[in-house]
């Protein structure tokens, strides 16, 4: 018998042997298992991952729009649940049935879990900085199992019927801030999202670290692509009603602390660092989001790319 657990993840130019490696996780354990590839492969590069139900090839549609496709792909095909993984994750076996039980011990404690999460740990702890979680203290601990204000989406098993009332993924966020604002949106309409501490994933964040010691502060390496979407997709959300206040007046003066630091740490990028961060705030507070200019601050340049 078919599980009705599903995996679905997205790829960005993955290594094959790796993404391999991920559909065997799913499949070995019994999953169907969805593959959205937000870039080109060749036909033999297809037939390695003959294991899994290819969604997308060549064109990059964004998280937002791979994980909606997915959802509605396992929806159709009478999945309950859905764990969404990246190429930068290595989950362990079993890690979706051990998140489905966290899902059930929840509930009978009388809670609305829309989504729970692996504890995403650094693939290596001096060169990646790990995922922080922030914890919602208005809701109580259950075991391992803990009360976030967001879950990041690799190694996330989401409820599908919590999905189709919450609503789809934002898809114009395209890249960033994608799950932060459907847990937001999640507990706006009475749903929770949890972290099982119990169940650790390596998870591999940005292309290094950026310490700040006198401040005990750690920020992900990233392109200044990202730190564009980054700021962009939070700006935005300071426009949605459903988007707590503690949080908006938390990420204002902390994307401000993140921009100094990003400039200073970004010795021969500091122009293209300072554009992206400021043309990020201007788009973001003015809503204008999907794939939007970002490449132009990867390279000096004003062409449309598929960078993600």
């Not at 037939?47 to 997308?56: C, F, M, Q």
């Not at 293209?272 to 400021?278: G, Q, S």
């Not at 200019?293 to 004003?302: A, G, I, M, P, T």
Request: charged share 20%; hydrophobic share 40%; aromatic share 8%.
């Amino acid at each position: 018998m078919a599980s009705d657990i599903h995996i679905g993840i997205v790829a960005y130019h993955p290594d094959l042997a790796s993404l391999a490696d991920l559909i065997a996780f799913g499949t070995q354990d019994g999953h169907r298992v969805w593959l959205f590839i937000n870039s080109p492969l060749g036909r033999s590069d297809l037939s390695a991952l003959k294991d899994a139900t290819v969604l997308n090839r060549g064109q990059n549609h964004g998280l937002g729009t791979a994980y909606n496709c997915i959802a509605e792909a396992a929806s159709y095909d009478r999945a309950k649940t859905l764990l969404l993984l990246d190429q930068d994750s290595i989950p362990p076996p079993g890690m979706a049935k051990q998140l489905r039980q966290t899902f059930a011990m929840l509930r009978s404690f009388d809670e609305r879990p829309a989504v729970v999460g692996a504890h995403a740990i650094s693939t290596n702890l001096e060169q990646h900085k790990p995922p922080r979680i922030f914890h919602n203290k208005a809701v109580s601990r259950h075991a391992s199992a803990w009360p976030a204000e967001f879950v990041i989406s690799s190694g996330s098993l989401i409820d599908l019927a919590a999905y189709r009332e919450i609503g789809p993924f934002r898809e114009d966020f395209f890249i960033d801030a994608i799950d932060l604002e459907w847990c937001f949106r999640a507990q706006s309409v009475g749903y929770t999202c949890w972290i099982d501490d119990a169940v650790e994933m390596p998870h591999q964040l940005g292309q290094g670290v950026i310490r700040l010691p006198i401040l005990d502060m750690r920020l992900a390496r990233q392109e200044p692509s990202r730190l564009y979407t980054y700021a962009r997709n939070q700006m935005a959300m300071l426009r949605l009603q459903h988007v707590p206040w503690r949080w908006k007046r938390r990420i204002i003066p902390y994307l401000m602390l993140q921009s100094v630091v990003y400039i200073a740490a970004s010795a021969g990028k500091r122009r293209n660092v300072l554009r992206a961060f400021k043309a990020g705030i201007s788009d973001g507070l003015h809503l204008r989001l999907g794939p939007g200019q970002r490449e132009s601050f990867d390279l000096d340049s004003r062409r449309n790319s598929d960078i993600v």
